[in-house]
């Protein structure tokens, strides 16, 4: 049983704030990913998490227990690093063997538990080699054995991933959940793919620039996105934001006149409605700037008015960019934020 | 548990890869070998220095030692070895400021009054009055007279010695039809011989054979003077006579044997002891003026036949000695049986068997007159000519200084002798006011205090205040306990480099700052050195040799480091690829980077000989006209250049690692956007190697302001100071005009130099520097 | 063959030529007859074989040289890589205050010549007792270390990849465990180029040990070298010969190494 907790850490970098009072526990068992752009603090984070840089305020606990002064080595974690980190000089076997040594467990010991960490992910026949001889995905299996093979306190994930093709990637993301749900260890897992955050986290943290817009369950993020930041990080292609003016109580967009939450303040107002979710056939005119084919769907990038926006949808041949075409917001779900700091109107 | 890690950790490293092994060793060799030196001086020791001046006098010496331990039993003899003829006289400055024991050691007498003067050697007058076996007769008298203080007090038995006389080619006078010399000849004889001999012996347009192959350092110049009745110094030794008519007509005269007669070569420019001369090869009549050490070396003359003669004469007959002294340094335990071992040294079975090994005229008149030395059936056949010229025999004057006005009076000496357009009589006021200033400063520097406590002291003190500040200020920032215990781990992996920074590095800068604040001669004790302020840096502003040091220095290396640069990438673009035969040529770029200096020095005085070395003989085949290398002011500098492009292994070598692991795919890339080979080079290749180039620049430039080992033995800073470059500056400076203060200023000032050097090298090339993501140099 | 095939070998033969003439310049001299000095060095008459026997005896005790000059020199190399690699690695990936203070100290070192410090360096050895021993010779490559060679060490150090140091440190190593089984392994190249060049300059070093050792017996190949050129009978074929058998250690040591280093390099390269 394992909980850790991160309590208001902050770290500056030089003139930079990297981290700004984030809180966040990960309880027994439980899967957090943590998204946002590069630069966001993320990696500084899991770092933060690891004991490889020391915050300047805040707490990190182990179930309970503070050890920010702890040295990585004294908090039993495991990480896995978008490079891999595996040791070139040595072979498969030794980079598995690596963290028991230093733990200075005996030699049997040792070749078991590499073995069975081996035979876990499928290793056994790489065992010789040095990672030069592997590719991409073994790599990145060897660097996951790595950190299983020491049966750690916690596990952290800094980006494992984004260096395999899209094939991989999704193989080894169902790997690493099974993985994970099977050891039942506390993982931190950072990332900069909404889609990898939202499939494999129990729950989502969006970060931005150093501190936590939102943290909640994948539906929860997906749903009810606390702020525009959020709502432009999560789903692909990007949730549609337009920036409205407020008449008599309505939103004006192009002809139509929408009804906004009773709580909206102002004279503008944002309203995100994701590309997917808007209808083609109606009364919006979007001037077709640009068609990116998706095989079997197509995404319309083009303006409405003064409104840049993006719509995805089976069209079939004939569009070409320059022509025009009808859209509708039928049941499409209206998200609205406020103009000035982003953050979501809720409806009362 | 912890403690325990750590521990297990470092007896890993201390054992693994028989480092264990190593650092036992380690032990043993700065503890165990350094018992015998540590040891305080110690009476039941004799330490002697010596140098073996031809090669069977040291058994010999060995045989003395044995004999004299025989003799007094319960004592222990040591000979050290100076270390050869380069360098090796300086050993004794840093025993004696080192204050360790040394109990006979042999000086050079032109360093005899400097030693005297820092109370550096023993009087050993009351051990000659108490000797009953001394006597003063049984020696050379002007020989015993030079080893006198003002006082008339002896500090030192001479050695064998050597006046300088004119070697002369038999058989070449004989066929020109010219008289051999005569015990009276004159100068009018030799140039009148000269040009009898002198001509093209080939056709080719160029004199191949000379009248005489004039030697030029002062010892050697000295004796026109005074036979023309002129005089270096005053008889008070307080101003120089070297712009005196007597003086400059000597000069003159060599000027015109030289540059308008054309019957003198220049071979015999510098003390150039490894190349076969001009004589040696019978290519000239007259070889001097120039001591009895070349009859060693003429022994394998089978050629022709050879004698030597008397120098010639004009207004009277004179020569100079060159002559070494045994001396009783002040760090001796035991001056008595120091001067007991140095009659040993001076005495009859010791000279006799010198004098027949050929080691110069033996200090003992009795035995310079038999025929151990006289050797008749040995060439010369005029042995006796060493004796005859003896009541002529000068030696230069007894100037503490003398070394600092030889190289004062040298600069101007090579621009008279070497130049071709020289205005003499200029040149010769020039140099009598150098020395004129030289010896008014030297008065004036006398009674300052001394420093407040030692140097050294001082020093240590200085650097633990600073460590101490250093860590105060770490301490005073707030750390958490993570960053604490990476600060701590930093700090033990830095020890072994901080203690060495601290010890080897800091310790002596801070020192040397210090020295340089200090007038201080190495001969005397440490607390003898005296405060003088900025005076050493104020004296920088006014001193002629340093500004051409700089501007030697600056130009060396603004002309090397680019050229060094581009002929290493050059050789690298060519020569990186993996198979055999670019391996070899690689080996063989990196040969001329590891031979010792000493070997290169000679090697290279040779090819850029401008009469016979190869590299003239290569810009004639082309039809060029070589200029004269070394010898020339305008050319040494450009010569010391060529040098340097000759040893770029070691940044060919960074190149090519640095060019084997650039980025393959960007430069694919730059062929498929149809980039030519060059547009490739200069626009993929290059950008990607500029870290590694900024880094050899650096690296260039660091080196290139301390050039030292070529200078040193290639010309020792001639002709003039044209190739005095600042580390040589400093080094003479130090050890040979024994200024340390001064010496300590003039090396900072090369410091300070150099890192403006780096500075706008690093500023000015900042932009066309790029570095790979994470990556870095070389 | 093709014309710019045949131009690389007509160059490399040139580059061979120009650099390796003293070599030739050498060896020839070495073998020629007594007493010619450098001039008459004529291939023809380069027989002389006994002069390598001359110049062995005149060094004297050549086997202790030799052992004295590689204790030296191994003492010195493996000092050299400790300190230097220990000191780059803690410069390039240790996170202290100070770090920036302590690279510009090693960086301002390099600018302070040798040539005055001597005297005060040769004071302090007197005050330790250790002239005359090894310890000056060894000592300062020991400890401190060429201020160049950590630079050297700290730029490769921060060239590998950040997260290889960090997974160690995660993996439960300390610094110094991580330098000396991660870090240590992987700067191969380093190692062999370091220690290339350490080996060249202690080999030919000659003013520290002229100026420190003065017994006989301790005596380095160098310092006998020096030995050769004596005020009345520099005997230039034996002083070749003498140096051509001190040369020959370094072109062997250069020659494996380059090969070393530069299969090194190409590991460490494709690593990426």
Known sequence: MTRLELDRISHRLGTTQVLREVSLAVEHGEFVTVVGPSGCGKSTLLRVAAGLIEPDAGALRLDGVEVNGW??????????????????????ERNLAFPLENARLSREAIRERVRASAELLGLGPLLARKPAELSGGQMQRVALGRAIVRDPR??????????????????LRVEIAALQRRLGIPTLYVTHDQAEALSLGSRVCVMWEGALEQVGSPREVWERPTSTRVATLLGSPAMNLLRLRIEAGRAVLGDLRLEVPPTARGNQIVLGIRPHELELGGELQLQVEWIEEQGDRQVLEGSVGQQRLRVVGALGNGLKPGSSIGIRLGSARRHWFEAGSGKRIHAP | MRGRYHARNVERLAFSAGRGK?????????????????????????????????????????????????????????????????????????????????????????????????????????????DPDFHAGDIWPFALDACRDARGHVYGLPSTFT????????????????????????????????????????????????????????????????QNGGELVSADLQHSRLGEPEAVEAFEFLHRLLHEEHVASFDASFANQIS???????????????????????????????????????????????????????????????????????GPEYQTRLARMGNGVPALVDIAHSNAFLKPDVPPQSEQVFLDVLPHARLLPPLANWKKIESLCQSELEGILLVRDTDVPAACARMAAKTDEFLARERVRGERPRAPSGVLETSLAASAIALAAFLLLRRGRREGPLARAEARSAGRLLAPWAAGFLLFLLGPAIGSLLLSLCDWSPLAPLADARFVGADNFARLFHDGTFASSVRATLVYAAASVPLSLALALGLALLFSSEGRLAASVRTLIFVPAIVSPVILG????????????????LLAKFGLEGPRWLLDPHWVVPSFVLVSLWSVGAQMLVFVAALQSVDRTLVEAARIDGAGRWRRLLHVTLPQLSPVILFNAITGTVAAFQVFAQPYVMTQGGPGDASRFLALYVYETGFLHFDMGYASAVAWALCVLLCLALGVLVLSTRRFVHYRAGGGAA | MKPARAAWIASALLVALAFGYPLYFLLVTSLQPEGQGLDAGSLARA?????????????????????????????????????????????????????????????????????????????????LGLVDTYAPLVLPTVLGGAPLFIFLFRQYYRSLPEELGEAARVDGCSHFAIWRRVMLPLSRPMLVTVGLFTFLATWNDFWAPLVYLLSPEKRTLSLALAGFQRTYDTAVECLMAASAVVLVPCVVVYFVGQRLFLRGVRVAASKG
């Open chain 2, 163 to 226: 006046p300088y006389v004119m070697y002369y080619n038999r058989d070449l006078l004989e066929q020109a039809g010219v008289p051999l010399p005569r015990a009276d000849w004159t100068w009018d004889d030799l140039l009148a011989a000269a040009r009898k001999v002198t001509r093209d012996t080939d056709g080719d347009g160029r004199i191949d054979q000379y009248g005489i192959s004039l030697t030029q350092w002062l010892q050697a110049v000295v004796p026109w003077i005074w």
């Open chain 2, 602 to 617: 000679a090697l290279w005085r040779w090819i850029l000989d401008p009469e016979r070395g190869a590299a003239n003989a």
């Open chain 2, 276 to 346: 076969q001369g001009l004589f040696q090869a019978g290519k000239a009549a007259f070889y001097g003026p120039v001591g009895y050490w070349e009859t060693y070396r003429f022994r394998s003359i089978s050629g022709f036949r050879w004698d030597v003669a008397p120098l010639p004469q004009r207004k009277t007959a004179a020569t100079s000695v060159a002559m070494t002294v045994y001396v009783v340094p002040r760090t001796s335990a035991n001056p008595a049986r120091a001067w007991r071992f140095l009659r040993e040294m001076v």
């Open chain 2, 22 to 130: 190593l650092a036992t060793l380690a032990v043993l060799a700065c503890a165990g070998f350094g018992e015998r030196a540590q040891a305080a001086p110690r009476g039941d020791r004799l330490v002697v220095m010596a140098e073996q001046q031809v090669l069977e006098s040291w058994p010999l010496l060995e045989e003395i030692a044995r004999r004299f331990e025989a003799a007094e039993p319960g004592l222990e003899v040591d000979l050290y070895d100076e270390g050869g003829a380069v360098g090796g006289r300086d050993k004794i400055k840093f025993l004696l400021a080192g204050e360790l024991q040394v109990d006979v050691a042999r000086i050079d007498i032109s360093e005899f009054a400097a030693f005297v003067r820092e109370g550096a050697l023993v009087d050993l007058q009351p051990f000659a009055d108490a």
């Open chain 1, 154 to 171: 916690y596990f952290l994930f800094d980006e494992p991933l984004s260096n395999l093709d899209p094939r991989l990637r999704a193989e």
């Open chain 1, 71 to 92: 040295e990585p080595r004294r908090r039993d974690v495991a990480m896995v690093f978008q490079n891999y980190a595996l040791y070139p000089h040595l072979s498969v």
């Open chain 3, 47 to 127: 027989t002389h074989f006994e002069n390598y026997a001359h110049a062995l005896a005149q060094m004297g005790d050549f086997p202790r040289l030799l052992g004295n000059t590689l204790l030296v020199t191994v003492l010195s190399i493996a000092g050299q890589l400790f300190t230097c690699s220990l000191a780059g690695y803690a410069l390039a990936r240790v996170r202290f205050r100070g770090r920036e203070l302590c690279f510009a100290l090693v960086l301002a070192s390099m600018c302070f010549p040798d040539t005055v410090g001597a005297i005060a360096r040769f004071l302090l050895f007197r005050a």
